[in-house]
DNA sequence: GACTAAATGTACCGATCTGTTCACTTTGGC
DNA sequence: GCCAAAGTGAACAGATCGGTACATTTAGTC
């Protein structure tokens, strides 16, 4: 196996991409970027879009794995883990060279629900919904699913605010929302 | 007063830019969509980033004042006007052409927080939350600027997810975590 | 009707965009 | 050492980018 120059492509593209954008980060930028020849990024990827696609899917597992593992270190039972997801996001914001939600803002930039871009990171969304829905399940909160969705819409709010640059922690401010939220409520 | 041409060309320069995005939308675009020639486009606005600028004030004194209005015929006290604000997101999402929020857009596309637009999208957010700590100090709550800023983040959360096309109304989830925090915190 | 300000149409600038072509070099396995 | 696969560099295509120049036409005022 030689997951090699690909892979170095793909995640060299991610992070110029997360940096600047994806309509202001030109092919000529990622080969100045990436050392990569723009031949050999167009034999691995036909169009800019497929690369993009590309980075999106190691964007989506990278962050999922890193959420889901960051959020099993930090608490103990289902609602302990919930809790924690908010003291994780407060650790990402905090790093050098947040920018916000890959996936909010790829969204933005191509907007069609039709575009494979939208929908790919729709994807990205409705795995997080339904990773946090059997944990509020194991939990045995009483809605579930509900429970599950209020939570994710904190977290949204609060990735968005942080990105907007906010004096206060948003994440504290989620992690309260969502304490209150957990207590109220029924577990079985 | 002839503040004809020039708010004309904002505001279909709004429309333009919410359906398009920024970078997607160039001025040759903008002169086939509005039928205003780009030379009186470049006497009334220097730059691009200008007329970005213009519009991303029309947007803000447009949205607040439809919202804060909205807010005021759905509920009578302060608390009935916090609750209603999601039901009037709600309608938001059911309009045709709902793309989320234009300042979380324009954030995204112009990152750097030095960026004007950038930094303009950010007094927009700063303008909601002075609005809410007020109607929430109005209310009697016992930590108004915290019940804002959690109430913000699930009007945040909310067009996000409204954005990226959930099958339930993010809207209605909303409502129902902004009853459970404001039922839960003392008022007066 | 004359004067002025505003708006128009069109061609153009240099830069950049995505994507292609082609001749050449590197690399790894046999 | 040989060969094929993979990668390189640079030039190029055609379109579009933000922005300008200039001569002309429209519209409002006295």
């Known amino acids: 196996m030689r997951p090699t120059k690909r892979d170095e492509l793909v995640q060299k593209a991610l992070d110029a991409f997360y940096r600047n954008g994806f309509h202001a980060t030109g092919m000529d ?26 980075v999106l899917r190691l964007r989506d597992e990278r962050f999922r794995n890193w959420l889901y593992r960051r959020m099993e270190e930090l608490g103990q039972s289902p609602k302990e883990q919930l809790i924690a997801m908010f003291d994780a996001l407060g650790e990402w914001f905090e790093e050098q060279g947040f920018k ?43 809605k579930p699913g509900l429970l599950a969705r209020q939570l994710l819409l904190l977290k949204e709010g609060a990735i968005v605010t942080a990105h907007l640059g906010h004096t206060t922690d948003p994440a504290q401010d989620a992690k309260k929302a969502a304490i209150s939220l957990l207590n109220l409520q029924s577990q079985l």
Do not use: W
């Not at 080969?31 to 169009?47: L, N």
């Not at 790829?106 to 907007?111: G, L, R, T």
């Not at 575009?115 to 194991?138: C, G, V, W, Y």
């Open 29 to 54: 930028m990622l080969v100045a970027e990436t050392g990569i020849s723009k031949t050999s990024m167009y034999k691995h990827f036909r169009t800019k879009e497929d690369l993009i696609l590309a």
């Open 100 to 142: 916000g939600c890959m996936f909010v803002k790829a969204s933005s930039e191509y907007q069609e629900p039709s575009n494979p871009i939208h929908m790919q990171s729709a994807d990205h969304k409705r795995l997080l919904e339904q990773h946090f829905t059997e944990l509020a399940t194991r939990g045995g909160f009483s």
